[in-house]
């Protein structure tokens, strides 16, 4: 393996969670509605995940652990919000709380054992590629998975009726119900959609990324992902650019760590963390690029008046 | 009725954790005695008590303020750890330096220095209008790595066996006590820190234009009063409080810089906000609730040889029931269908109609 795909192999890799919890979140955004505990549903997808991969043995029960508890937790958020139209910003900061707390006393007794890795799949023919080979068609199935949930979400919003269904809901909920739309029922769907995508960013971290469960592995990504759809300005293909993007960074801390740059490993570790609020600066600046796409009901309570 | 939300909420985590502790298979009734009267019963853990609400209570009746405005300093956590390094730097830079002035020095150092943290999702907001939720966040594991790197690296106790730990501070720099000895200033200060806020936030136009801020922003902008103005107040007041909170932790409790200088009390200060309900005074108790949470989850740990995460779980369950409450009590939840089918609902709307017409035919023809 040449030092190329190496390094290509591990930005994929540390891109991924981010892709899947940012285009999760996007959706869930596009409808008007910020959900704030990404961090809380991909932890609880991590140990999940694990844990259910562990006691079976089989990463692919795994997975679906995690997509279901990604969208239970989701779900607590949408009942809360939805339902009983409590502010968004603090039921999705209580999420976050609960779920972190949750998964260290859930994950306790699996700290520390050796995990299930999702195996690769070498698409036939083109596994055998010189460089592009190993990068992009050997992977494990959530790595597809991220690519293909992203083109998919990009077509629904630009092809699709409710794609625009959604956008609408997000741009202008007084209308859409107006117009004999369920807002509630629209929203629901879509934060479980982000809540089904923040499991599967958890279940990469612990089936893939580092095979074992650890508390707090997350690390701040689900953070990152929602810093990340407002740096993308709402749409898919920026959400990608921008993941890809931060994988890098967080990729390049490690290896200058490896070939002995002699700056303290803190400040590397604190890399990802420093771009994501210059990546904010950059954006936030443009007031055209932030304009157009911002779903103009985001983070408001919908009650409908009859 | 406002004050009962947090009095239910704080029931109802009680019964959901009776429910989860019957089923780890403890007997609900003795598990939160452990839990929740435990630390009550005796005046070492009334005094820790104290000890543990201080930062809560420091930094929830800041948190309260920017709420009340809508703006999300979530960060308080980095703001915290920001204020304990810039008002460590005295004790660790000039350890021989024993002076009356030195703890005040190392006190406005904290709040400087948890003021400057704070201060970057400010600017940031305010000249480039980036998300203060995100970069106050960001700036968290900033704070955390360069603690650590401060403890590991520059600041390390060079007799210290290579252990991450800074000098333990002089006793001339450490807070003046109170009974066993733990209880510290910083309790005195949170006391009057909640009450100062509270006069402030109900007695002057600097907390009338936060409290429109939040609640009518635009009300606001035609009496004049600058968003950008509030957004620098708000978060100068949380961001020194938080580091206030910092520097009686590291000169306090603590007594010297490590890795970890609070055990999230920066996180756990946004559930006493809302415990308190957005008011500083509710934070002085919201403060001691969740310190007994802590306390007890450290109670449990011991007794019931349970994990001390279920504090943690116990906070995130406690801030669900608070944001659901405030609906139940607001509003008079009705059960109704809303949900028809486009076909069914324009039906229903004809007969109506035609009902209504009806009637004013009716009506109309004595």
Redesign the interface.
């Given at each position: 393996m040449s030092a190329l795909e190496a390094v290509l192999l591990t930005i994929i890799t540390a891109s991924t969670p981010l892709l899947l919890a940012a285009v999760g979140e996007l959706v869930t955004e596009r409808s008007g509605v910020l959900n704030l505990g990404v961090e809380g549903m991909m932890i609880m997808g991590a140990v999940t995940g694990f844990a259910a991969a562990y006691t079976t043995g089989s990463a692919a029960v795994g997975v679906a652990a995690a997509v279901g508890a990604g969208i239970a937790m989701a779900l607590l958020f949408a009942f809360l919000t939805q339902t009983l139209a409590a502010n968004q910003m603090a039921t999705g900061l209580a999420l976050t709380l609960f779920g972190i707390g949750l998964s260290g006393l859930t994950g306790q007794p699996f700290t520390g054992l050796p995990g299930v890795k999702l195996g690769a799949i070498h698409v036939p023919g083109l596994s055998g590629l010189p460089l592009a080979g190993p990068v992009l068609f050997s992977q494990d199935v959530l790595v597809y998975a991220s690519v293909a949930i992203t083109v998919a979400v990009a077509w629904m919003f630009a092809r699709t009726r409710i794609g625009l269904v959604i956008r609408a809901v997000g741009s202008n909920h007084h209308s859409a119900h107006a117009l004999g739309y369920n807002v509630a029922a629209v929203r629901y769907g879509c934060i479980a959609f982000g809540g089904a995508c923040a499991g599967l960013a958890g279940a990469y971290l612990s089936l893939a990324y580092t095979p074992q469960w650890i508390e707090n592995m997350t690390a701040g990504r689900g953070w990152i992902a929602l810093a990340l759809v407002v740096f993308a300005t709402w749409t898919p293909g920026r959400v990608a650019a921008g993941a890809y993007l931060f994988g890098a960074v967080w990729i390049m801390g490690l290896y200058a760590q490896g070939i002995g740059v002699n700056i303290p490993p803190q400040f590397l570790a604190a890399l990802p963390y420093l771009v994501t609020i210059a990546a904010l600066l950059a954006i936030s600046g443009n007031r055209i690029l932030t304009k157009v796409n911002t779903p103009a009901c985001i983070g408001q309570t919908f009650v409908p008046d009859r | 009725m406002q004050a009962a939300s947090p009095l239910l909420a704080v029931a109802l985590t009680v019964v959901f954790g009776s429910i989860l502790f019957a089923a780890r298979g403890f007997d609900p009734l003795h598990a939160n005695y452990v839990y929740f009267i435990g630390p009550l019963t005796t005046l070492w853990s009334v005094e820790e008590l104290i000890v543990k609400a201080t930062p809560l209570v420091l930094i929830g009746a800041g948190l309260a303020i920017c709420?009340r405005a809508d703006l999300?300093n979530?960060g308080a956590e980095g703001q915290l750890i920001a204020g304990a390094l810039a008002g460590a730097s005295i004790p660790i830079l000039a350890p021989q330096w024993d002076s009356a002035l030195a703890i005040p020095a190392m006190l406005v150092l904290g709040m400087l220095g948890g003021m400057a943290w704070a201060a970057a999702p400010a600017l940031?907001r305010n000249r480039?209008?980036?998300?203060e939720?995100?970069?106050s966040?960001?700036?968290v594991?900033?704070a955390q790595?360069?603690l650590?790197?401060l403890v590991?690296?520059p600041w390390r106790d060079p007799q210290g066996f290579n252990f991450p730990k800074s000098i333990s501070f002089n006793d001339w720099h450490l807070l003046a006590t109170f009974g066993d000895g733990r209880v510290h200033l910083g309790a005195v200060f949170a006391v009057v820190v909640v009450l100062v806020l509270a006069v402030f936030m109900s007695r002057t136009l600097m907390g009338f234009e936060i409290r429109v801020r939040g609640e009518a922003p635009r009300a606001g902008g035609f009496g004049g009063f600058s968003q950008k103005g509030t957004t620098w107040l708000c978060f100068g007041i949380s961001g020194a409080l938080a580091g206030l909170a910092g520097i009686c932790e590291v000169a306090g409790p603590v007594g010297q810089l490590q890795p970890t200088i609070s055990p999230g009390y920066g996180?756990t200060a946004?559930?006493v906000a809302?415990l308190g309900r957005l008011n500083p005074l509710g934070a002085l108790l919201g403060g001691l609730v969740l310190a007994i949470c802590y306390l007890g989850g450290e109670a449990a740990q011991v007794e019931l040889s349970i994990?001390e995460?279920?504090?943690?779980?116990?906070?995130?369950?406690l801030?669900?029931f608070i944001?659901?409450c405030?609906?139940?009590i607001r509003?008079r939840?009705r059960l109704e269908r809303?949900?028809r089918s486009?076909a069914h609902?324009r039906a229903s709307r004809g007969i109506g109609d035609a009902a209504s017409g009806a009637a004013g035919v009716r009506g109309a023809v004595p």
């Open positions: - | 709420f999300w979530i940031l480039f209008g980036a998300n939720i995100l970069t966040l960001m700036l594991y900033v790595y360069l650590d790197w590991r690296g996180f946004i559930i809302f994990s995460k279920t504090a943690q779980v116990f906070q995130g369950m801030l669900f944001l659901t405030d609906t139940l509003c939840v809303t949900t486009p609902a």
